[in-house]
């Protein structure tokens, strides 16, 4: 198999895809074994530039440049101010869960997601439906094809999800709000205790 596919591709490329490919796998476990969020956040940005590398190896600049832009940059800064609103320093007890049956459930999520992967993978299906926005025949290129489909075609679904976007940090700001108007004068810090009762 490895013979093979040194074969069909340059070296230059296979070991592009191998390093590439070990980041991305990395960073995805960064993510979920980090105790500290920020640093699952970076790792998030490392597993995002891995993958524009790989764009980049398949051909699909645009695609790479919208990795970074957006996911890399914009979607991880998101993540970040909504960590740092939501309190880096605050203890959680994961021992006690806040909806009950949630774990049960998303295992069998998971596990649903997995027979479907593998049921998929068994016949021909490579990478589902064919992609009907971009025509190999125009002579446009793939950036003002992709333009004409966002703004004309897709402009509904491309606002929609701005505006989930902004619904997404307004909800977390609310969320921050509320939890520090019920917080008990117990969790405050001690300087503010005595500063309270001295008045």
Request: charged letters at 15%; glycine letters at 6%.
């Amino acid at each position: 198999m490895i013979d093979l596919l040194a074969t069909q591709i340059a070296l230059p490329d296979l070991i592009t895809f191998l390093i590439a490919g070990c980041a991305v796998i990395l960073g995805a476990l960064g993510v979920i074994l980090m105790r500290n969020p920020v640093h699952s956040a970076l790792s998030m940005v490392m597993t995002l530039f891995a993958i524009a590398v790989l764009f980049i190896e398949q051909d699909a600049q645009f695609l790479a440049a919208v990795q970074v832009i957006v996911y890399a940059g914009a979607i991880v800064v998101l993540f970040l101010f909504v960590i740092m609103l939501l309190g880096v320093d605050k203890k959680e007890y994961l021992g006690k869960d806040q909806l009950r049956g949630q774990r049960p459930l998303a295992f069998l999520s998971v596990l649903v997601i997995f027979v479907e992967i593998m049921a998929l993978s068994r016949g021909n299906w490579v990478s589902g439906a064919k992609g009907t926005v971009l025509s190999t025949s125009s002579p446009l290129s793939n950036v003002e094809q992709l333009a004409r489909s966002i703004f004309t075609t897709y402009l509904l679904p491309f606002e929609a999800t701005s505006v989930l976007l902004i619904i997404a940090v307004v909800g977390a700001v609310v969320l921050v709000r509320r939890s520090d108007v019920k917080s008990s004068p117990a969790e405050e810090p001690e300087e503010l205790q005595t500063e309270s009762e001295m008045k």
